[in-house]
């Protein structure tokens, strides 16, 4: 049995181009780019690689994005002062504020204060309900991206049994619900879950994102089985390496995202995604396609 690689590189090229075309559509229409705002507090070198690569690939389809770097030390007030600014502002549609951010500031209080139409991250808590309810509205990039990174490879969900590892907001929970709206048998999976192995040796998709370097070894999964690594790690060695060890797993598998170039660039290109939605939502025009969110 062949391994497809589940490449999310080359499939994010594929949608800038799309989105490219897509903003190019929209300028002739509205006089106006969609816009996103990109905030980065501190100098954590993850998050700034991060913003960057966000910042870039706004720049590569179009999209508005000014810079908005912030000290370490921003006042919570300040910060909450510039998404208040950044709410009222007519040119941006979307406002993403890098997580994690430095000690001493809420980041509930900075992220349920973003106007919920410009919630580019699906975090606020108006958004995860309607998720929940099955409403169209903008949802998490990462699993979200998965879901795009699934069905563009021809990767049927409905009937499926899918194992999600790891209950994070960002990428577990909103995972599941993504799934199960899309007719899976979901189990979700956890540090504390007995016998994790056996849940996931039932699983047809397995998305590890647990956060644990190399956990998934080739005795965790079923022959033939999706394997989706959300997890990304540097060795002591500086090697990048995901949640699943992808040299014992790739033989097993039936398809498998390598790390890097497989969830990450799926993120991106959601988030740009869902800038446009929030753009056409903001501007009445008909959102396409519908996303199907339960
Ligand atoms: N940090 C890691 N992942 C994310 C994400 O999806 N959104 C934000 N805002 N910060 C993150």
Do not use: W
């Amino acid at each position: 049995m062949s391994t497809v690689i589940l490449n999310g590189r080359e499939l994010s090229q594929t949608l800038f181009e799309e989105q490219k075309k897509k903003v190019e559509d929209l300028v002739r229409l509205k006089g106006r780019p969609p816009g996103l705002a990109v905030v980065l507090v501190g100098q954590d070198p993850a998050s700034e690689t991060y913003v960057r690569n966000k910042r870039a690939a706004c720049k590569k389809v179009g999209i508005h994005a000014p810079d908005i770097n912030l000290p370490p030390d921003v006042p919570q007030a300040e910060l909450v002062h510039r998404i208040d600014s950044l709410n009222r502002d007519p040119s941006i549609d979307g406002i993403l504020v890098q997580l994690p951010l430095p000690s001493g500031l809420s980041k509930d209080e900075v992220l349920y204060r973003i106007d919920p139409d410009k919630d580019v991250d699906g975090f606020h808590p108006l958004n995860v309900g309607k998720m929940l309810i099955g409403l169209e509205t903008l949802t998490p990039c990462t699993p979200t991206g998965i879901m795009t990174l699934l069905d563009r490879n021809g990767i049927r969900i409905s009937g499926k049994n899918a194992v999600v590892l790891g209950r994070s907001l960002i990428v577990g929970k909103p995972m599941a619900l993504l799934l199960m709206a899309r007719d899976a048998t979901v189990t979700v999976c956890h540090s504390r879950t007995a016998n994790l192995q056996e849940e996931t040796r039932r699983a047809d998709i397995v998305v590890a994102a647990m956060g644990k370097p190399l956990m998934v070894t080739a005795d965790f999964i079923k022959p033939g089985a999706v394997v989706i690594d959300v997890g990304i790690s540097r060795t002591a060695d500086g090697k990048l390496v995901g949640d699943v060890d992808y040299a014992s797993v790739f033989p097993v598998a039936s398809a498998i995202t390598p790390v890097p170039g497989g969830v990450g660039p799926m993120t991106i290109a959601t988030l740009l995604d869902n800038t446009i939605r929030a753009f056409c939502f903001r501007e009445g025009i008909p959102l396409q396609p519908a996303r199907k969110n339960a």
